[in-house]
């Protein structure tokens, strides 16, 4: 089920090949008629949760101009803050909402273990996070009243930022380019463009956010990986029975280098990149919610036709892998080997979050396909949900 481009006029094909990772773009109306599925309160109710990532930034008149607090909070919180310049941000909405869960379908264009979650924040007039930058692809959808969003792709050095917030606020900010976006418009920005957006009147701003893991937190996972591989095998040390007469004891020889590094690429080529990649980006952020309670076959197909419907569990994270040496649908970093039929059924699950009946018809009348189906159910990965209402 194909969703809306959030894109406007402009491909998907256009947009990666001319924006993504690259500039700017804004657009105007991208979501027409949109109606933001959560209200204030109900933001506001969600950081009162102590299982829920929150924070309210403040924007002071005095050194050190910005205080950054985090929850939960309590009503007695909310009462006590002024009438304008603070913002209430709270994480992984998707989890939350399912409407927001499956505004992330809009996107999948984008590769989905690229996701990292829907941020929602509510502000007040005047309200903002300062002018800052993040190293990660956002999607800045307006939800409700307006804001002024400005830019600049300036690079910026350390001691231009405030060192007593992690929030990366700009000292000082000269906007290159500015919009007054409503409900509906979306302002896409590339890792490391800084920008400073300000509430006009009461608004909530949704982010569609996108993670890219540094090469040095890949390389250190690899290396976490290799490191229990060579456990597996036993004591694993460097042996040297093949030892020479050296003229000098004191050298460290090239046969002895380029020994330890074959032994390091045997090993290093003994952990395979592919399961290892596709684990590691699909480690759930998060502890998932408990398991249901197992389900009969007979069961679980009463449900889904009283349903209709089957959601994807915004608490896991889906990918699968065709490749000649490895087909394997992975959740949540374990991995399930498929078979052809299995491969028809990962694709589907993994590129939406939502499942219709029609859709998984076709898979109930296979046994591999139906096991595989009833398996994801029974571990918590996908439920069903009472609420029909489609974003």
Not at 222 to 241: A, C, F, K, S
């Amino acid at each position: 089920m194909t969703k809306p481009s959030p894109l406007g006029t402009l491909s998907r094909e256009t947009f990666l090949q001319q924006y993504w990772q690259k500039r700017p773009l804004f657009v105007k109306a991208a979501l027409e008629n949109y109606s933001c599925p959560l209200t204030p309160e109900q933001l506001a109710g969600l950081a009162c949760d102590e299982e829920v990532e929150s924070r309210i930034v403040r924007e002071l008149s005095q050194a050190p101009y910005w205080q950054c607090d985090y929850g939960p909070f309590s009503e007695a919180d909310f009462l006590a803050l002024p009438d304008s310049h603070w913002t209430l941000l709270v994480q992984e909405c998707n989890k939350y909402h399912t409407d927001l869960a499956l505004l992330l379908d809009r996107f999948n264009f984008i590769p989905n273990w690229r996701v990292d979650d829907v941020m929602v924040s509510f502000a007040p007039k005047h309200g903002s996070v300062g002018p800052h930058l993040d190293q990660y692809d956002v999607f800045l959808i307006q939800a409700m009243g307006k804001r002024r969003w400005q830019i600049n792709s300036k690079v910026y050095a350390p001691e231009d930022f405030y060192a007593n917030i992690d929030l990366h606020i700009l000292k000082s900010f000269e906007a290159e380019d500015e919009w007054i976006v409503e409900p509906g418009d979306i302002l896409y920005l590339p890792p490391g463009v800084s920008h400073y957006g300000v509430a006009l009147e009461d608004c909530i701003t949704i982010s569609v956010g996108f993670r890219a893991p540094t090469y040095a937190d890949l390389l250190s996972a690899y290396l976490e990986q290799v490191i229990r591989h060579i456990n597996r095998q036993g004591e694993l040390r460097y042996t040297d029975p093949d030892l020479e007469l050296q003229r000098y004891s004191g050298e460290i020889t090239a046969q002895t280098l380029e020994k330890i590094s074959a032994t390091l690429q045997t090993q290093f080529q003994q952990v395979p990149k592919d399961r290892w990649f596709a684990e590691l980006v699909t480690e759930p952020a998060n502890d998932p919610l408990p398991e249901p309670a197992p389900c009969s076959p007979q069961h679980f197909l009463q449900e889904l036709a009283q349903s209709g419907k089957l959601y994807r569990s915004e608490y896991s994270r889906f990918a699968f892998m065709d490749l000649p040496s490895n087909r394997e649908l992975v959740i949540d970093g374990n991995g399930i080997p498929i078979d052809r039929e299995q491969l028809k059924l990962a694709r589907l699950i993994c590129n939406q979050r939502c499942y219709r009946h029609n859709e998984l018809e076709p898979y109930l009348n296979m046994d591999n396909t139906f096991s595989l189906l009833l398996h994801l159910y029974n571990s918590g990965k996908v439920y069903f949900d009472d609420d029909d209402t489609e974003t």
